[in-house]
């Protein structure tokens, strides 16, 4: 809310520099966004009297004006103005003047003719509008006089951010009596014009519940002209356009206590009444801004006997507008019900600064003075006779009545910290002009009508916790923290899983919970896949953004194509994020699964002189994989692996445990990376972290053996129905003394038959309890060989 | 090709193949297994030599001094290579005549800017007691706003601008549904921090961002204080940012708690002499925060004469950014890694 510090001395005395007392007002809560000085931004600005206008010789648009500012001889200037004429006063920008912008005045020739300096605008001194012709004072002073001072405005703006539960504070008495609270000074009390309440127009209220108060004046014999300078210049500095003294009077007095108001030509009353009521279906009505509204019966309208004449606190209608030929005005103070005024705010988007306050929640208690203040202004600029009595209807007096809340210290000094006693708290809150009555122990305050938002106890805390000031608050500690909780062990992995991959030179992204909704469908992803079916926003920014995302893998896609695009010649990067899948039974929320997705893509490393280049392929990511399932406690050889599929030149292998996913990983199709606009092949894994945590075996260290390790290599020659994991597995199972079984052979084809492959193991045996002898080593062996023959049909090459 | 050519290549594979055994041989013992298996009384060369004998008598000659030759240049390159292995590490020729070469390098990788400051973050908290509890992002609107005392129809819900699924459904606007969720399920004392991304329908511009990353803390006892809330804050700020910040609380509003602040600290930057980060202030924005409202607690099921705690919250993104001086939000959303990778340095950054 713009204010200006001219108008808030008006109620109370500030002697501060603007500077300090912003900063003041953000320490007690009001928040100052900006200090905005109106200083003239001129200068050189003299008193000229036009003494003689000729026409320019050259040019048909231009005079030559001979204008009188004080020097022994007057000035020539060429002027393009219509309304310049002998005789009257303007303002002059002689030779070395400044005018707002830094624009600075010199001596000239303009279309041949001597110009000596500039006769100026409204406009261009930044202190009006009106652009169209020069500026004709209004006032006299010497020739030669500096105008600074008479045109330039010495007020200043502050803009302050005034928070929802704060409406008392919308408007400049409001802000008055923060800053009498906050220095501890006197308010002023305006000056009103006292109405009896027994004027006998015709006023009703349909539902009190939808307009508590209605309060309405009376103005006879109206003279529409235009408002005094000062209210001008008040009304002008915060943002507001003159129009003419009746609706400037409403205005000011919105922007003085915060109650807008509503004048209405009152012989434009059809039957001379007033009904606060819902609107009917299909009534319509052309509001001030000339649109034309459908109402519903959601909307609360002042009608006329016939029909709606504006929006309750929104608008008023265009019939009943006060114009030049008005003479009789009926004047509105109202209070209306918030969420109904919201309601039509949001579905008309019709936002005014009286539906601003009104939603908020005005003050009930107002109404009647704000029509006592707007007629003794009226009275005083001659706008017409108002009075002598008004209507003031209170359909709801409950909300009228005063409202006590009581406060106790110990729960004050508990809360904030503090040792303050019953009458120091009540000496705080009497700044606030909270009346109240104070015990040894507790404070019963009187809250004023404005002061809605104080409805209880912990609201009385925090008033004076603002008056005692924060900042006074010191650190001495009541309570002794006696939590100490140990970290989820899920973070203290998620985080570990994290530093691994980073550590392994995958790059962490993080990237957009949405997704397309056309997603799914590039990904290749069936119908019946969970992952399909997206959960839709319903106010997205973009449509491209308009889903939450069900794999992380559309992310990840584009963040490859970004890179890839930048020159980079291949990347690994990995995202622990949530995918939402759509859930029927949890109340609509969907279920929120936790991530893990790796990616790698284009060379597998950087160019460099000693290393041959070469792609990522299938191992490079299945040996991330399974060094990550090793590393957070799960055997990757004991997982199963089955193909979940394939595409155009790409496949999909599943991790199982217990038949339960672990992980999805594989080759992403070149047809699907072609849809995200990438050539190089893509391989990646995706691992449900809640089905790792499922999978996890904690075990138990080994004690490490003295004795000599034993090492056998054997080539076994297996079928194409034949895994490596099948060999391994069967090894694992039944060779005692077995340390370690690597491969380090592998081929196909050759001097093979049809679908045969050949494996080339190197199998370790040690012993904890002493050197093992060959013997035992070969009977073990044996054994294995002789079970791979029977079950698997695997046999050694040399058979 | 005639036939004593072909002998001659014979020759040549032999020292070609005797040279790499010899250079590949990595210590004495093997270098002398070399020796023996071509220069031996049986060994391969020997052999050849032997075989002269049946050549036609004017090729001998010349065959005999090709194998001589070749004799020779074994016997040098083994004598060598035995010094090359007998040399102590500094005294060897270095393979390949220039140090100033790269090593072998491969990616390289890191944490994402957001999470590496978050962890730092989780770490302090860590340290002063708190727990870590997650929500969900996609939340009711009870949790979001109502039992957080922002009534239905109230314009304190226009101060988020929210995503909605339907009426009832939304993407949380901040971490705080959690905390009616945590008091729902835990008595007190409850000292947590709940990290999250959350979401506000903001069109993105530099300072904002649809989604970004937040994080709040929850401390519910019998006698928590707005001095207790001072000093936990203060102490996450001065070890965040350093030492000698300073730290103030302004009055503001929240639904959820009552009194409630705004926290500034001392800007980093000028140190209260005003410049561009702090928008000439001397103070910058760091968190909102308050004493957790009556209202919460009923809702969660608390009895509010019984408990008082504090909340706080922040966000990760722009502290980030104040940290590191970064100047646009949507950054940290592209995944570019050339910015990326510029935080993956343990050394000091910032302004
Ligand atoms: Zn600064």
Same mark, same amino acid.
């Given at each position: 809310?713009?204010?200006?510090?001219?108008?808030?001395?008006?109620?109370?005395? *500030?002697?501060?520099?603007?500077?300090?007392?912003?900063?003041?007002?953000?320490?007690?809560?009001?928040?100052?966004?900006?200090?905005?000085?109106?200083?003239?931004?001129?200068?050189?600005?003299?008193?000229?009297?036009?003494?003689?206008?000729?026409?320019?010789?050259?040019?048909?648009?231009?005079?030559?004006?001979?204008?009188?500012?004080?020097?022994?001889?007057?000035?020539?200037?060429?002027?393009?103005?219509?309304?310049?004429?002998?005789?009257?006063?303007?303002?002059?920008?002689?030779?070395?003047?400044?005018?707002?912008?830094?624009?600075? *005045?010199?001596?000239?020739?303009?279309?041949?003719?001597?110009?000596?300096?500039?006769?100026?605008?409204?406009?261009?001194?930044?202190?009006?509008?009106?652009?169209?012709?020069?500026?004709?004072?209004?006032?006299?002073?010497?020739?030669?006089?500096?105008?600074?001072?008479?045109?330039?405005?010495?007020?200043?703006?502050?803009?302050?951010?005034?928070?929802?539960?704060? &409406?008392?504070?919308?408007?400049?008495?409001?802000?008055?009596?923060?800053?009498?609270?906050?220095?501890?000074?006197?308010?002023?009390?305006?000056?009103?014009?006292?109405?009896?309440?027994?004027?006998?127009? @015709?006023?009703?209220?349909?539902?009190?519940?939808?307009?508590?108060?209605?309060?309405?004046?009376?103005?006879?014999?109206?003279?529409?002209?235009?408002?005094?300078?000062?209210?001008?210049?008040?009304?002008?500095?915060?943002?507001?356009?003159?129009?003419?003294?009746?609706?400037?009077?409403?205005?000011?007095?919105?922007?003085?206590?915060?109650?807008?108001?509503?004048?209405?030509?009152?012989?434009?009353?059809?039957?001379?009444?007033?009904?606060?009521?819902?609107?009917?279906?299909?009534?319509?009505?052309?509001?001030? @801004?000339?649109?034309?509204?459908?109402?519903?019966?959601?909307?609360?309208?002042?009608?006329?006997?016939?029909?709606?004449?504006?929006?309750?606190?929104?608008?008023?209608?265009?019939?009943?507008?006060?114009?030049? %030929?008005?003479?009789?005005?009926?004047?509105?103070?109202?209070?209306?019900?918030?969420?109904?005024?919201?309601?039509?705010?949001?579905?008309?988007?019709?936002?005014?600064?009286?539906?601003?306050?009104?939603?908020?929640?005005?003050?009930?208690?107002?109404?009647?003075?704000?029509?006592?203040?707007?007629?003794?202004?009226?009275?005083?600029?001659?706008?017409?006779?108002?009075?002598?009595?008004?209507?003031?209807?209170?359909?709801?007096?409950?909300?009228?009545?005063?409202?006590?809340?009581?406060?106790?210290?110990?729960?004050?000094?508990?809360?904030?910290?503090?040792?303050?006693?019953?009458?120091?708290?009540?000496?705080?809150?009497?700044?606030?002009?909270?009346?109240?009555?104070?015990?040894?122990?507790?404070?019963?305050?009187?809250?004023?009508?404005?002061?809605?938002?104080?409805?209880?106890?912990?609201?009385?805390?925090?008033?004076?916790?603002?008056?005692?000031?924060?900042?006074?608050?010191?650190?001495?500690?009541?309570?002794?923290?006696?939590?100490?909780?140990?970290?989820?062990?899920?973070?203290?992995?998620?985080?570990?899983?994290?530093?691994?991959?980073?550590?392994?030179?995958?790059?962490?992204?993080?990237?957009?919970?949405?997704?397309?909704?056309?997603? =799914?469908?590039?990904?290749?992803?069936?119908?019946? @896949?969970?992952?399909?079916?997206?959960?839709?926003?319903?106010?997205?920014?973009?449509?491209?953004?308009?889903?939450?995302?069900?794999?992380? *893998?559309?992310?990840?896609?584009?963040?490859?194509?970004?890179?890839?695009?930048?020159?980079?010649?291949?990347?690994?990067?990995?995202?622990?994020?949530?995918?939402?899948?759509?859930?029927?039974?949890?109340?609509?929320?969907?279920?929120?699964?936790?991530?893990?997705?790796?990616?790698?893509?284009?060379?597998?490393?950087?160019?460099?002189?000693?290393?041959?280049?070469?792609?990522?392929?299938?191992?490079?990511?299945?040996?991330?994989?399974?060094?990550?399932?090793?590393?957070?406690?799960?055997?990757?050889?004991?997982?199963?692996?089955?193909?979940?599929?394939?595409?155009?030149?790409?496949?999909?292998?599943?991790?199982?445990?217990?038949?339960?996913?672990?992980?999805?990983?594989?080759?992403?199709?070149?047809?699907?990376?072609?849809?995200?606009?990438?050539?190089?092949?893509?391989?990646?894994?995706?691992?449900?972290?809640?089905?790792?945590?499922?999978?996890?075996?904690?075990?138990?260290?080994?004690?490490?053996?003295?004795?000599?390790?034993?090492?056998?290599?054997?080539?076994?020659?297996?079928?194409?129905?034949?895994?490596?994991?099948?060999?391994?597995?069967?090894?694992?199972?039944?060779?005692?003394?077995?340390?370690?079984?690597? +491969?380090?052979?592998?081929?196909?084809?050759?001097?093979?038959?049809?679908?045969?492959?050949?494996?080339?193991?190197?199998?370790?045996?040690?012993?904890?309890?002493?050197?093992?002898?060959?013997?035992?080593?070969?009977?073990? *062996?044996?054994?294995?060989?002789?079970?791979?023959?029977?079950?698997?049909?695997?046999?050694?090459?040399?058979? | 090709?005639?036939?004593?050519?072909?002998?001659?290549?014979?020759?040549?594979?032999?020292?070609?193949?005797?040279?790499?055994?010899?250079?590949?041989?990595?210590?004495?013992?093997?270098?002398?297994?070399?020796?023996?298996?071509?220069?031996?009384?049986?060994?391969?060369?020997?052999?050849?030599?032997?075989?002269?004998?049946?050549?036609?008598?004017?090729?001998?000659?010349?065959?005999?001094?090709?194998?001589?030759?070749?004799?020779?240049? +074994?016997?040098?390159?083994?004598?060598?290579?035995?010094?090359?292995?007998?040399?102590?590490?500094?005294?060897?020729?270095?393979?390949?005549?220039?140090?100033?070469?790269?090593?072998?390098?491969?990616?390289?990788?890191?944490?994402?800017?957001?999470?590496?400051?978050?962890?730092?973050?989780?770490?302090?908290?860590?340290?002063?007691?708190?727990?870590?509890?997650?929500?969900?992002?996609?939340?009711?609107?009870?949790?979001?706003?109502?039992?957080? %005392?922002?009534? =239905?129809?109230?314009?304190?819900?226009?101060?988020?601008?929210?995503?909605?699924?339907?009426?009832?459904?939304?993407?949380?606007?901040?971490?705080?549904?959690?905390?009616?969720?945590?008091?729902?399920?835990?008595?007190? &004392?409850?000292?947590?921090?709940?990290?999250?991304?959350?979401?506000?329908?903001?069109?993105?511009?530099?300072?904002?961002?649809?989604?970004?990353?937040?994080?709040?803390?929850?401390?519910?006892?019998?006698?928590?204080?707005?001095?207790?809330?001072?000093?936990?804050?203060?102490?996450?700020?001065?070890?965040?940012?350093?030492?000698?910040?300073?730290?103030?609380?302004?009055?503001?509003?929240?639904?959820?708690?009552?009194?409630?602040?705004?926290?500034?600290?001392?800007?980093?930057?000028?140190?209260?002499?005003?410049?561009?980060?702090?928008?000439?202030?001397?103070?910058?924005?760091?968190?909102?925060?308050?004493?957790?409202?009556?209202?919460?607690?009923?809702?969660?099921?608390?009895?509010?004469?019984?408990?008082?705690?504090?909340?706080?919250?922040?966000?990760?993104?722009?502290?980030?950014?104040?940290?590191?001086?970064?100047?646009?939000?949507?950054?940290?959303?592209?995944?570019?890694?050339?910015?990326?990778?510029?935080?993956?340095?343990?050394?000091?950054?910032?302004?």
């Amino acid at each position: 809310m713009k204010v200006s510090l001219n108008w808030l001395r008006r109620y109370v005395s *500030i002697p501060e520099d603007p500077e300090v007392l912003a900063h003041d007002l953000t320490m007690f809560g009001l928040n100052v966004e900006e200090v905005l000085p109106l200083s003239p931004a001129f200068e050189g600005i003299v008193f000229g009297r036009v003494i003689d206008v000729v026409k320019h010789p050259k040019a048909d648009k231009l005079v030559l004006c001979t204008v009188d500012t004080g020097e022994e001889e007057p000035l020539g200037i060429v002027c393009g103005a219509s309304n310049v004429r002998p005789g009257i006063g303007v303002p002059v920008a002689v030779h070395g003047a400044v005018l707002p912008g830094g624009f600075k *005045i010199k001596r000239t020739k303009i279309r041949g003719e001597a110009s000596e300096g500039m006769i100026c605008s409204e406009k261009e001194l930044a202190i009006g509008e009106d652009s169209d012709g020069i500026m004709v004072l209004d006032f006299e002073e010497k020739p030669g006089a500096d105008l600074t001072s008479r045109l330039g405005n010495d007020d200043v703006i502050l803009d302050i951010e005034v928070t929802p539960n704060r &409406p008392d504070q919308l408007s400049h008495f409001g802000i008055a009596r923060e800053i009498a609270a906050l220095y501890k000074r006197p308010l002023e009390i305006n000056d009103l014009f006292g109405l009896d309440e027994n004027d006998p127009f @015709d006023l009703s209220i349909e539902d009190c519940e939808d307009c508590p108060r209605y309060s309405a004046a009376f103005i006879d014999n109206v003279k529409v002209a235009p408002s005094p300078p000062w209210m001008q210049k008040l009304l002008k500095a915060v943002g507001v356009k003159p129009i003419n003294n009746i609706v400037d009077v409403t205005n000011f007095v919105l922007m003085e206590l915060g109650q807008p108001l509503h004048a209405f030509d009152r012989d434009m009353l059809e039957n001379d009444s007033i009904v606060v009521r819902r609107a009917k279906e299909d009534e319509m009505l052309v509001t001030l @801004d000339g649109e034309k509204r459908e109402l519903d019966k959601e909307i609360l309208v002042i009608a006329d006997a016939e029909h709606p004449v504006a929006l309750a606190g929104i608008m008023g209608g265009e019939e009943t507008e006060v114009t030049e %030929n008005t003479s009789r005005v009926l004047l509105e103070s109202a209070m209306f019900e918030p969420r109904l005024i919201r309601r039509a705010r949001q579905r008309l988007k019709l936002e005014t600064e009286a539906s601003y306050r009104f939603e908020r929640e005005g003050d009930v208690g107002i109404t009647k003075l704000a029509l006592e203040r707007t007629c003794r202004l009226l009275e005083e600029m001659g706008a017409g006779n108002p009075g002598p009595s008004c209507r003031d209807l209170v359909a709801d007096a409950k909300r009228l009545e005063k409202r006590t809340v009581t406060l106790r210290a110990s729960q004050a000094n508990r809360l904030m910290g503090t040792h303050l006693s019953a009458s120091d708290l009540a000496s705080l809150l009497e700044r606030l002009g909270m009346a109240s009555v104070a015990s040894d122990e507790q404070i019963d305050v009187e809250i004023p009508t404005f002061r809605r938002d104080i409805s209880q106890e912990v609201d009385l805390i925090e008033e004076t916790a603002r008056l005692y000031g924060y900042e006074m608050i010191g650190h001495d500690t009541s309570a002794s923290i006696h939590v100490f909780t140990a970290r989820s062990e899920r973070d203290i992995r998620n985080n570990k899983i994290c530093n691994y991959l980073a550590s392994r030179g995958f790059a962490e992204v993080v990237t957009t919970s949405f997704m397309d909704p056309g997603d =799914p469908e590039r990904l290749g992803l069936e119908q019946g @896949d969970r992952r399909s079916g997206a959960l839709k926003i319903e106010n997205p920014l973009s449509a491209s953004n308009s889903v939450l995302r069900t794999s992380l *893998i559309p992310g990840a896609l584009n963040v490859v194509r970004r890179n890839l695009a930048s020159e980079s010649e291949g990347l690994r990067i990995f995202e622990l994020g949530k995918v939402f899948i759509p859930e029927k039974n949890n109340k609509g929320l969907p279920d929120e699964e936790l991530h893990l997705l790796a990616v790698l893509a284009g060379n597998s490393r950087p160019m460099q002189w000693l290393e041959q280049a070469r792609m990522f392929d299938f191992f490079d990511m299945k040996g991330e994989l399974d060094g990550l399932l090793q590393r957070f406690g799960v055997d990757p050889g004991a997982l199963e692996v089955l193909s979940a599929g394939t595409a155009v030149d790409g496949f999909i292998f599943e991790w199982l445990s217990d038949g339960q996913p672990v992980a999805e990983g594989g080759k992403i199709s070149k047809k699907v990376a072609s849809r995200y606009e990438i050539d190089d092949d893509i391989f990646y894994f995706d691992i449900s972290i809640e089905a790792l945590e499922r999978t996890v075996v904690r075990s138990r260290y080994n004690d490490v053996s003295p004795y000599p390790v034993v090492k056998r290599d054997l080539c076994l020659i297996a079928g194409e129905k034949v895994t490596f994991a099948d060999i391994t597995n069967l090894f694992k199972k039944r060779a005692k003394f077995l340390e370690s079984i690597s +491969l380090f052979d592998y081929y196909r084809g050759g001097r093979l038959g049809e679908g045969e492959r050949s494996y080339t193991f190197r199998l370790s045996f040690r012993s904890p309890k002493g050197t093992l002898d060959d013997d035992i080593v070969d009977a073990e *062996i044996e054994k294995v060989l002789e079970g791979l023959k029977r079950d698997l049909k695997v046999t050694l090459r040399s058979e | 090709m005639a036939e004593e050519d072909l002998d001659r290549q014979a020759i040549e594979d032999l020292v070609e193949s005797a040279s790499r055994a010899i250079a590949g041989s990595e210590n004495l013992d093997s270098l002398e297994a070399e020796r023996i298996r071509y220069l031996g009384r049986k060994g391969e060369l020997t052999k050849s030599l032997r075989s002269i004998k049946s050549l036609p008598a004017e090729k001998r000659p010349a065959v005999g001094n090709a194998i001589n030759q070749a004799k020779e240049r +074994l016997e040098a390159l083994i004598e060598e290579r035995k010094t090359s292995l007998s040399a102590s590490f500094v005294e060897e020729e270095p393979y390949p005549g220039d140090f100033t070469l790269p090593g072998r390098s491969g990616f390289s990788g890191g944490r994402h800017i957001l999470h590496s400051v978050m962890g730092e973050i989780k770490e302090i908290f860590a340290g002063m007691g708190y727990s870590i509890a997650e929500g969900s992002d996609v939340e009711l609107d009870y949790y979001n706003f109502e039992a957080l %005392n922002f009534p =239905p129809d109230h314009p304190s819900r226009d101060l988020q601008d929210t995503f909605y699924i339907n009426k009832d459904i939304l993407l949380r606007t901040h971490t705080s549904p959690v905390q009616v969720r945590y008091m729902e399920k835990h008595k007190p &004392p409850v000292r947590i921090i709940v990290p999250g991304k959350v979401y506000r329908n903001e069109s993105p511009d530099p300072s904002h961002s649809a989604e970004f990353l937040q994080m709040e803390g929850l401390y519910v006892d019998e006698n928590v204080s707005l001095a207790d809330l001072r000093n936990d804050v203060t102490y996450f700020i001065r070890s965040f940012f350093g030492q000698d910040a300073s730290v103030r609380f302004r009055p503001h509003f929240f639904p959820f708690t009552e009194p409630s602040a705004e926290v500034d600290m001392s800007c980093f930057s000028c140190r209260g002499e005003g410049c561009q980060i702090c928008q000439k202030t001397g103070w910058i924005e760091i968190m909102g925060a308050g004493m957790v409202h009556p209202n919460v607690f009923r809702y969660a099921g608390y009895d509010p004469d019984a408990y008082t705690g504090f909340a706080f919250g922040m966000g990760i993104d722009r502290i980030a950014m104040l940290k590191y001086g970064i100047d646009d939000i949507r950054r940290f959303l592209t995944n570019d890694l050339r910015f990326l990778s510029q935080f993956w340095s343990e050394r000091e950054m910032g302004e």
